[in-house]
């Protein structure tokens, strides 16, 4: 009695207190019509679950073709006013179904860890090729984005930076980095390692995965500048950042207004698009950087 009625209650999947099993627990795209709890949390009426699809998608080829900048990836609602900026994208609106019963039935654990002899060492291989004094300018990125990425690279040949290193999230970018004769790492089979955990869309596992990286340098004792594609370098700052004393600091990270949590309690918040870490001896600073990402 009380587990049909929690499986009515959950919109289908069979729940007993807190624990759900979601209807489809292998993966496979249902079959069916949204239930109300679904279309509840994902915020839409029926008519408009309807038309979504059950899974975030990231492609690369496109109706046959290599996908256009900006369309392997879903569509995000539009802003319905202008920003002083312009008109721009809600990042973070609700493009897919969402199923949390299928959400809490994945896994919480990280999908590897950040050995810099096995699993990274390929990065740690390109990195000590491009290092400069030790260090190594990062940022991520894949095909979706890559005209973002292409535009940092050559920002940092501008400034003739010849430490930057991409961490290319797909093949395909990979393929277009070294055409262009960029230094990249190619990290697509580690992102591969995200599906089967709880990260649904393929930006939350790059976002991620592009930390855990991170980490894996400073273990093999390489200092890192990471930042988003999209903090373009437009004057010669990193030799003097680098060049401060060790104990200055040990990392150097963006402020930021949100999320609002750390604002009230300890006046301010940090943006991980920015950061800039030193390697150490006991490994204080990986740490550092894997607590972000734990759960």
Known sequence: ????????????????????????????????????RECGDSGVPMKVAVKMPWFPTHET????????PGEGNLKHERERKPTPRGWRYKQWSQPYIHREAWVQ??????PHFPDPTTTYAALVAAARRVATDNLVLVTAGDWDYRELVINWVAHTRKLRYRNALVLSMDRELSEELGK????FADLSE???????????????????????????LLRAGIDVLLSDATAVFVRDFVPALHALPRAA???L??????????MRKVGT?????????????DGATARLVMAAVEP
Not at 61 to 68: A, I, K, S
Not at 180 to 183: I, P, Q, T
Not at 192 to 197: E, I, L
Not at 253 to 262: A, S, Y
Request: glycine letters at 10%.
């Open 190 to 216: 580690q992102l591969q390692h995200w599906n089967g955990t709880c990260l649904q869309r393929h930006i939350q596992a790059v976002r991620s995965e592009r930390h855990i990286a991170v980490a894996a």
């Open 61 to 68: 080829v496109c109706n046959g073709q290599p996908c256009r």
């Open 253 to 262: 990270v963006q402020r930021d207004t949100w999320p609002g949590n750390p």
């Open 249 to 251: 600091f040990d990392i």
């Open 180 to 183: 262009r004769r960029g230094a």
């Open 269 to 281: 918040a940090s943006n991980a698009g920015l950061y800039y870490v030193r390697a150490d001896k």
């Open 105 to 110: 039935h994945r896994s919480r654990d990280l």
């Open 1 to 36: 009695m009380l587990a049909t009625l929690c499986a009515t209650l959950g919109g289908g999947d069979a729940c007993v207190g807190r624990r759900c099993i979601p209807m489809e627990p292998d993966g496979r795209v249902p079959q069916r019509l949204p239930t109300k």
